[in-house]
């Protein structure tokens, strides 16, 4: 009853903020039962609800996660503590929703590709059947595709190699450098391993809807770094 009572004071403070109903969706509780495909577009929302929460909070509130609420005991005067609360453990669930999302999607993404594995292992020691009169070219072995990002691009300076490559702000990265991905990437330290000065790097980011393949040259140049971006993890 607690949680019900909590949400539905929520509600009333999002509807008397004039918000969009269709911005604020409530999501599945059991993530196991739907595919990665299916999971990617429910954790977009989440982040999508997560900015416009924390939006809300530093501009309209100007309050954050760590604002002291109290003084000398007493809640503050000047800033609304009660919708301050009832935004702070909005936010809360969704991190904990996107944090099992997360967990689930990379679940499946091994699953995937420990069976992708195992069916080419399997077509590698098949014996070879011959078929007679067939012009008919053997059927090429299908490559997992990768979905899930595990990191975003910000801070791309305009005049950088990764801006020069074509990373803008806001790219979440799904596959870098042909087999990193998001079951795979060490928390990013796979990712430095494999950057220097000079080699080319296949990236495959998802812009808003979008999928874009890139190819990214590391190099010197006059800012920091040898990207001139920042990569964050999801």
């Keep these: 009853m607690a949680d019900d009572d909590g949400e539905t004071k929520f509600r009333g403070l999002m509807k008397s903020l004039n ?11 059991n993530f196991g039962d739907f595919t990665i495909e299916e999971l990617a577009p429910i954790k977009r929302s989440i982040e999508d609800q997560l900015g416009l929460l924390f939006d809300l909070l530093h501009n309209q509130y100007h309050a ?22 009832l935004l702070r453990v909005k936010i809360i669930r969704l991190r904990n929703d996107n944090k099992a999302l997360l967990k689930v999607m990379e679940t499946k993404l091994e699953q995937a590709f420990a069976q992708h594995k195992s069916d080419a292992m399997a077509i590698d020691d098949d014996e070879p059947v011959m078929v007679e009169h067939s012009d008919a070219a053997p059927s090429p072995k299908k490559a997992i595709e990768y979905t899930i990002p595990f990191a975003r691009v910000t801070e791309v300076a305009p005049e950088g190699p990764a801006y020069a490559s074509g990373l803008r702000d806001d790219d979440e990265i799904v596959v870098f450098d042909g087999d990193i991905h998001a079951a795979n990437h060490d928390k990013l330290q796979a990712l430095v391993k494999r950057v220097a000065p000079g080699r080319k790097v296949s990236v495959v980011v998802q812009r808003g809807s979008d999928r ?23």
């Excluded at 918000?19 to 509780?29: C, H, N, V």
């Excluded at 109290?70 to 009660?82: A, H, L, Y």
């Excluded at 010197?220 to 001139?228: A, D, N, T």
Aim: charged share 20%.
């Design 212 to 234: 874009v393949d890139l190819t990214l040259t590391p190099n010197k140049w006059q800012g920091r770094g040898i990207l001139g971006c920042r990569v964050l993890p999801l």
């Design 64 to 85: 954050d996660m760590d604002s002291n609420l109290t003084v000398n005991g007493f809640p503050r005067s000047d800033i609304d503590v009660m919708n301050v609360r």
């Design 19 to 29: 918000l969009d109903e269709s911005q604020l969706p409530t999501y599945p509780i």
